[in-house]
């Protein structure tokens, strides 16, 4: 027998192929290295909780007809994310809002909050801001740039704010009204029962076979098949002949914790830099859960080496140079297609993925 496709990752890209792939009557064989599918949002239970083992994943999404596609493999609750971060033994809600600025200068009207901003930049002189410090000094003023940004943002990426581009800060709401989610999107939620479930739907009628690495996979091989899908890092694919791509890593230290609640929250981030985590990550609230116990992760951010899972693209000039020259490679490519964050080089959020795997089956299907 022959496969169609040979789709390499089970990710939510590879699935999301698979699955429209599959509908359309086509033979797929998915591989996979790791011992399950998933990728990244893969979710496993301990002390019957689900725990996102690759760090926490909120669904959202304004995209309708996404939204009525993860629907259909899962039931979404009605989880919102309202991250509250710690700095010494201050709390305050995130994104940046009025219960923020209300907390941190005991105001309560937004001409308040803005004024106070406005007289915190007002000697800084930031006309075009160049950098993340300026970026967020001239959005929300020095207190909440000294206390909640700048801490995190440092141990995040391991480099100065200086030296980071404004665009990062940019991704978090900034809001002059009470509201705290974290999120813009007119969709969100976390499917019941976890993300693993959701994709072995996705993978309905189509062939797995897990560890099973690509590169040891085609040296021995006698399966046939027409065409690739390739989710894994493109600069492996091509023997990293023009230079290695870096990525930012996470390594997630889990402790089950004797105790129904340990933080009333699932994302609590620590924006001091002497704290040496990011954030904790209690798993149970993302499903409202009431088991006796309880699961937390700590994200400590590490400089990535290879062989260490590769979970942010540093899209700087570098990087982006090094991408250009494999992805012209891939452009030639017959029969193979690069597709999701890894072959495509990119961040994507998990709604973005499936609309780039969309893309991809429109082009070949
Ligand atoms: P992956 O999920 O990485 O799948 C690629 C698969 O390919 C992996 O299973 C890997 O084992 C396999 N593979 C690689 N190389 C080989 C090989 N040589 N042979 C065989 N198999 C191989 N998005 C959101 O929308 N909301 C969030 O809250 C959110 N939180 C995130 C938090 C973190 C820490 C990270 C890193 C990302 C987050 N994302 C979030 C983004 C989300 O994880 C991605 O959009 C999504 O998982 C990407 O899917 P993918 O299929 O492209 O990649
Ligand atoms: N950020 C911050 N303080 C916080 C949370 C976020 O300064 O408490 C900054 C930080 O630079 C981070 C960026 O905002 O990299 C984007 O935050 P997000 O939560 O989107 O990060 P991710 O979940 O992608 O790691």
């Known amino acids: 027998m022959k496969y169609d496709y040979l789709i390499v990752g089970a990710g939510l890209f590879g699935a999301t192929f698979a699955y429209e792939a599959t509908k359309k009557g086509k033979k797929c064989l998915l591989i996979d290295k790791r011992s399950h599918i998933g990728g990244n949002v893969y979710t496993e239970q301990i002390e019957g909780i689900n725990v996102h083992k690759y760090g926490a994943h909120i669904f959202h999404t304004s995209n309708k007809e996404v939204w009525d ?9 009605h989880y919102v994310n309202s991250p509250v971060a710690v700095y010494k033994d201050e709390l305050y809600n995130l994104p940046f809002n009025m219960n923020t600025f209300s907390k941190m200068w005991n105001i309560k009207t937004p001409q308040q909050a803005r004024d ?23 959005l929300v003023g020095t207190d909440v740039y000294e206390k909640l940004i700048k801490g995190y943002t440092e141990k995040q990426w391991g480099r100065d704010s200086k ?40 993978l309905e009628g ?51 914790l004797d105790t129904d609640n340990f933080q009333g929250n699932a994302v609590v981030n620590y924006t001091e830099r002497e704290v040496p985590y990011t954030r904790i990550i209690e798993h149970k609230h993302f499903e409202f859960g009431t088991q006796p116990k309880t699961v937390i992760s700590k994200e400590y951010p590490v400089e990535w080496k290879y062989g260490m899972e590769p979970y942010y693209p540093i899209n700087n000039e570098r990087n982006i140079a090094i991408y250009q020259q494999y992805k012209a490679l891939a452009d030639q490519e017959e029969n193979v297609y690069f597709g999701g964050r890894l072959g495509m080089y990119q961040y994507f959020d998990m709604d973005k993925v499936i609309l ?9 299907l």
Do not use: H
Request: glycine residues 4%; aromatic residues 16%.
């Open 356 to 364: 780039a795997a969309w893309q991809l089956t429109q082009a070949l």
């Open 206 to 256: 189509c062939d797995i076979q897990l560890e099973t690495d690509y590169f040891e996979f085609v040296k021995q091989t006698n399966i046939q098949y027409d065409k690739v899908i390739y989710t894994g890092m493109i600069d492996e694919y091509y023997q990293f002949k023009y230079g290695r791509l870096e990525y930012r890593t996470v390594s997630f230290e889990n402790e089950v």
């Open 116 to 138: 106070v901003i406005k007289s915190q930049i007002a000697s800084l002189n930031i006309k075009d801001p160049k950098n993340l410090e300026e970026q967020a000094l001239s």
């Open 163 to 202: 030296d980071l581009p404004a665009f990062i800060i940019k991704r978090l709401p900034l809001r002059f009204t009470y509201d705290n989610n974290y999120f813009n999107d007119r969709y969100q939620g976390i499917p019941e029962g976890g993300y693993t479930q959701m994709i072995e739907k996705m």
């Open 69 to 77: 596609f993860v629907n259909r493999f899962a039931t979404f609750n």
